[in-house]
């Protein structure tokens, strides 16, 4: 161990980091040398209780053993099989596997290598169903505000987050967005999901009437939207998005690549929330974070629909040199395993009272203006500083990550994510060490 430590590069000017204040960063590096569980080491020697889950996907832990000696051994056996024309065995036993935890009707699974690429992934399928079902017309995408769906061309235009699609031209054409669902006024300190804003969705009506439903393939939505700073969906919210979408003959896609495997108490959000979705996009959780992977699940009837015309003949021209990757097939066992034997998947249910309690005790501490929360996530919106937005949670970051404790900042929002495996008394550590940050001068 020792000598990872003071492992400063002492030249870190090639790589330009993604999401980072590179040129802050570099004057101040924060690296983890190690992890272990709930834990990282950082190159100073010091342990970081890991609130976030890496970056929302580490959902077991770190440094899991079976999944670690599952990508040993199949590292050593079946390095790489080609993914177009040819496959391997591990690829289509994940594919099962996945389908006997997913929501009730997603038969099938499409291999990706990140969220972005599940997102793309699904659109496109969304688009070319259409069209194999004769209603060609239907090429519309909708999306919501302060959405993300990745960094990718479809996932930004979909997406609504303006600081990640301003620089980059006019996008894809033919999307438009609902408005988002954050309404502090209404629901701030709610806890669980807030009474006010169902309503929301007949803003999908007014969408349809104006483009006319014969243009719209697809609505695509973060059942919980993560990224843009955990905003909840009210109650029936998701449940009227569904109805809309069924009675204009509209595809509903889930991104789930957060909320997917077990961050709210079920293994989708689509369960916990009772809502069919016709596509669900996953990522992260599903190899734990550890070998890029990701999954899209579709219906029978979208599947089916492209099981046409002469056999020799691809149905559906799309896929990755890495989609179904041997050795991520293997980190994606090894992770269903571990969820499995630990009931991971359904652990945030029984924590979630918990972890509610705790979080709300911070509602006394300064400039707080909202809590919420659901399942295992958590976010705390603070008022941010006059002038210069997004400061004070980039600061309340960096004293935290000082204490040993790692958040997750977007905006002047702080989000939590801790792996499934957190005990109470790291709960109790957690929201002690944030109080400390919250308390001192950010
Ligand atoms: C809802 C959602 N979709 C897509 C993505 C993109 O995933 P990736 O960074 O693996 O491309 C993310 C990442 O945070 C996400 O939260």
Request: charged residues 20%; aromatic residues 8%.
């Given at each position: 161990?020792?000598?990872?430590?003071?492992?400063?590069?002492?030249?870190?000017?090639?790589?330009?980091?993604?999401?980072?204040?590179?040129?802050?960063?570099?004057?101040?590096?924060?690296?983890?040398?190690?992890?272990?569980?709930?834990?990282?080491?950082?190159?100073?020697?010091?342990?970081?209780?890991?609130?976030?889950?890496?970056?929302?996907?580490?959902?077991?832990?770190?440094?899991?053993?079976k999944i670690?000696e599952a990508i040993?051994q199949q590292?050593?056996?079946?390095?790489?099989?080609?993914?177009?024309?040819?496959?391997h065995p591990k690829a289509f036993e994940l594919a099962n596997r996945l389908?006997?935890?997913?929501?009730?009707?997603?038969?099938?699974?499409?291999?990706?290598?990140?969220?972005?690429?599940?997102?793309?992934?699904?659109?496109?399928?969304?688009?070319?169903?259409?069209?194999?079902?004769?209603?060609?017309?239907?090429?519309?995408?909708?999306?919501?505000?302060?959405?993300?769906?990745?960094?990718?061309?479809?996932?930004?235009?979909?997406?609504?987050?303006?600081?990640?699609?301003?620089?980059?031209?006019?996008?894809?054409?033919?999307?438009?967005?609902?408005?988002?669902?954050?309404?502090?006024?209404?629901?701030?300190?709610?806890?669980?999901?807030?009474?006010?804003?169902?309503?929301?969705?007949?803003?999908?009506?007014?969408?349809?009437?104006?483009?006319?439903?014969?243009?719209?393939?697809?609505?695509?939505?973060?059942?919980?939207?993560?990224?843009?700073?955990?905003?909840?969906?009210?109650?029936?919210?998701?449940?009227?998005?569904?109805?809309?979408?069924?009675?204009?003959?509209?595809?509903?896609?889930?991104?789930?690549?957060?909320?997917?495997?077990?961050?709210?108490?079920?293994?989708?959000?689509?369960?916990?929330?009772?809502?069919?979705?016709?596509?669900?996009?996953?990522?992260?959780?599903l190899t734990n974070?550890v070998i890029?992977m990701?999954?899209?699940?579709?219906?029978?009837?979208?599947?089916?629909?492209?099981?046409?015309?002469?056999?020799?003949?691809?149905?559906?021209?799309?896929?990755?040199?890495?989609?179904g990757?041997p050795i991520a097939c293997a980190a994606a066992l090894g992770t269903l395993d571990t969820y499995k034997?630990?009931?991971?998947?359904?652990?945030?249910?029984?924590?979630?009272?918990?972890?509610?309690?705790?979080?709300?005790?911070?509602?006394?501490?300064?400039?707080?203006?909202?809590?919420?929360?659901?399942?295992?996530?958590?976010?705390?919106?603070?008022?941010?500083?006059?002038?210069?937005?997004?400061?004070?949670?980039?600061?309340?970051?960096?004293?935290?990550?000082?204490?040993?404790?790692?958040?997750?900042?977007?905006?002047?929002?702080?989000?939590?994510?801790?792996?499934?495996?957190?005990?109470?008394?790291?709960?109790?550590?957690?929201?002690?060490?944030?109080?400390?940050?919250?308390?001192?001068?950010?």
């Amino acid at each position: 161990m020792s000598d990872r430590m003071n492992a400063t590069p002492n030249d870190m000017r090639a790589f330009w980091m993604p999401f980072t204040a590179n040129r802050q960063f570099k004057k101040e590096p924060r690296l983890f040398v190690a992890s272990q569980d709930m834990h990282y080491t950082t190159h100073d020697g010091r342990t970081v209780l890991d609130g976030t889950a890496g970056l929302w996907c580490v959902n077991a832990g770190h440094c899991r053993p079976k999944i670690t000696e599952a990508i040993r051994q199949q590292a050593g056996e079946l390095d790489y099989a080609p993914a177009f024309q040819l496959g391997h065995p591990k690829a289509f036993e994940l594919a099962n596997r996945l389908i006997d935890i997913a929501p009730e009707g997603m038969e099938h699974v499409l291999y990706t290598n990140s969220g972005s690429e599940s997102v793309e992934t699904a659109l496109k399928v969304a688009l070319a169903y259409q069209r194999v079902k004769g209603q060609g017309s239907r090429t519309r995408l909708i999306g919501r505000e302060r959405g993300y769906h990745g960094v990718n061309f479809g996932g930004i235009s979909v997406g609504g987050i303006v600081a990640n699609r301003k620089m980059f031209g006019t996008l894809l054409t033919g999307v438009d967005h609902m408005p988002h669902t954050h309404n502090l006024s209404k629901n701030a300190f709610s806890r669980g999901l807030p009474e006010h804003g169902a309503d929301l969705a007949s803003e999908l009506e007014r969408i349809v009437t104006l483009h006319d439903a014969s243009t719209i393939a697809a609505v695509i939505v973060e059942p919980v939207a993560g990224s843009t700073g955990v905003l909840l969906p009210p109650k029936g919210y998701l449940q009227k998005l569904r109805e809309i979408c069924t009675k204009h003959g509209i595809l509903l896609i889930f991104d789930e690549v957060i909320t997917g495997f077990g961050r709210l108490g079920t293994p989708f959000a689509a369960q916990y929330f009772d809502v069919k979705p016709d596509i669900i996009t996953t990522a992260k959780g599903l190899t734990n974070g550890v070998i890029p992977m990701g999954a899209v699940f579709v219906t029978a009837e979208i599947h089916d629909a492209f099981m046409n015309g002469p056999e020799h003949m691809i149905e559906f021209f799309h896929g990755y040199t890495y989609s179904g990757n041997p050795i991520a097939c293997a980190a994606a066992l090894g992770t269903l395993d571990t969820y499995k034997e630990e009931g991971l998947l359904t652990r945030a249910s029984e924590l979630a009272s918990y972890w509610e309690d705790a979080l709300h005790s911070l509602k006394d501490c300064p400039h707080v203006i909202d809590i919420r929360n659901v399942g295992l996530i958590g976010a705390i919106e603070l008022e941010p500083i006059a002038g210069e937005p997004t400061k004070r949670a980039f600061s309340a970051f960096l004293k935290a990550y000082e204490k040993g404790l790692l958040i997750r900042t977007t905006g002047d929002i702080i989000a939590l994510s801790p792996p499934l495996i957190i005990t109470k008394a790291q709960i109790d550590e957690l929201f002690t060490k944030l109080r400390d940050v919250l308390m001192h001068n950010i």
